[in-house]
């Protein structure tokens, strides 16, 4: 990766902040503010420098504006299973702008207002471990869903990759 | 399959322990310990045998390390609908590395942790049935799933299966 | 599996041909005639002897008359696409009551009588490898799908596997 | 990633060669061999690289043994279709355990031996960009799919991300 970005950082050092730096070819086929291959990899890095924190092996998926999955990393031994699920978590995040604790406590219970919703979209994910991703204005420019552990820890996870992202416009 | 293993039993027999045979043939194809045809053999006939003595019917998938279906046995009058929770019981078992009877239990009640988690991975089995198989080193190799009665005694026979794979082992 | 038989033997030997005895139990839950786990194992058994002969590696699925799946093998290092391929071929036979190597003819070459067939139910194989499976009679009451070699391959062993099941009546 | 893989390589220096190393904590839970968090990186970093020097934007995926998705990184700018197409081919290269190329020239004409093959497994990729990843031994651990341009170009990234494995165990 170091390749890429060292290209990248060449050409853009003098004219546009790092984080915010498109591949070079990209230009007209995505949006401008984006989430580039650059966030997607300082998400995954802060997500999986914190689950070697924890102790866990985790699944961690990232998505851009679009809800399009942009980058995924499956650590060693992590379960099968959160591929699907990290990946529905940071989808399930940007579809609804909202992390999937919020969601989660609006749907997990009978009679909740959208109980149900799980059924929808090809598989949603009502419980934590999806979080949203946001540049320096606050806009959402993707998500990040993370799964391997208990949920407290794939929140945890999830959150320490976004707000690397956060951190990087700084 | 008596063909098929007595040959296999010839070949390996002064080389190495007759559980982890792979057949002739299948070298460089599938990894080394990765479940094989005899072992999926020895766990379908023991839960069978199992589903027997109590005198059920059942459906008994097997998956390998990859989650992969490797054989499958539906008993006389079992049910259709056993068909697929079975092989799922298999799959769900393996992609997060434990029984189902332990995943129920964080997911069959709202509120529960992960409810919900049953419409992700194409549809996931959250009650008993599922075991994992392991090897002599704990190594997990792959699951059986088993469907057809109570969930108790889906349990008891897919128990007898892993247990059964565990022992050729020795 | 020896066990399982054993006592069908010894409950049937008198009273019906050994093919046709249904497992203590499945009395009014299967249609008489219709596929025993027997005869399933009789044709996956028969299948792989001639995998074996052939030198190549097999995935071999069988199905009821219901077009359900009855039995599941795959062999050790054998293509993984094939579990798909094997189960959709025995489907596909018993769904058409035809050899899917006679489907092929009649789908695969534009403006043939049914071509774009194979994109509905769920996805059909319309190349050989699926055979049906009679009874002494010629009543059909299953199928048998193979996949692991070239199309030529397959099909001799979902033969193989057919024939056999036709001399276990005689 | 560094971080990931600099705690590995210290605890592995002196007992297992780097391109092996499977994290801290996986014991168990993965086959001794399968595709490594580090692997995957490796031909992922070498794909990209590659898709760099041709002025092409890729979508590449990294398969294990078991065919489940291990890493996937979409390049700035690159097609969101290739996605499930950059996924798909790794699947289908390791499902059938050849490049996609060899099934596109198996397939991708009328009356061609596997016509139609594309519609079973979910969804398989009947042209090259998906090629297998192989161990210093032969043994296929994975597979990489790469897709962004034409079909050559994508079948030199997945090949360029095939050898860097293969390199890393040299």
Redesign the interface.
């Known amino acids: 990766?170091?390749?890429?970005f060292s290209?990248v950082l060449a050409l853009c050092l003098f004219s546009a902040p790092l984080a915010l730096a498109?591949?070079p070819?990209?230009?007209?086929?995505?949006l401008p503010g984006d989430m580039?291959?650059e966030l997607?990899?300082v998400a995954?890095?802060a997500a999986?420098?914190k689950a070697?924190e924890q102790?866990t092996?985790m699944n961690i998926a990232v998505v851009d504006a679009?809800g399009?999955?942009?980058?995924?990393?499956?650590?060693?031994?992590?379960?099968?299973?959160s591929?699907?699920?990290a990946i529905?978590k940071a989808y399930t995040a940007r579809s609804l702008n909202m992390p999937t604790t919020t969601l989660?406590e609006a749907?997990?219970?009978?009679g909740a207002e959208l109980y149900g919703i799980?059924?929808t979209n090809g598989?949603?994910?009502?419980?934590g471990g999806g979080e949203l991703i946001k540049d320096k204005d606050g806009t959402i420019i993707g998500a990040i869903g993370a799964s391997g552990s208990?949920?407290a820890n794939d929140v945890a996870v999830a959150k320490a990759g976004a707000e690397a992202v956060l951190k990087a416009f700084k």
């Not at 999955?69 to 060693?76: C, N, P, Q, T, W």
């Not at 598989?123 to 419980?127: H, N, P, S, T, Y």
């Open positions: 990766m170091k390749t890429v290209l498109q591949a070819g990209a230009k007209g086929l995505m580039t291959s997607a990899d995954i890095d999986i420098k070697q102790g092996l679009g399009n999955l942009k980058a995924f990393h499956r650590m060693d031994g992590s379960f099968l299973a591929i699907d699920l529905k989660a749907s997990n219970q009978p799980e059924v598989g949603m994910v009502i419980f208990s949920v």
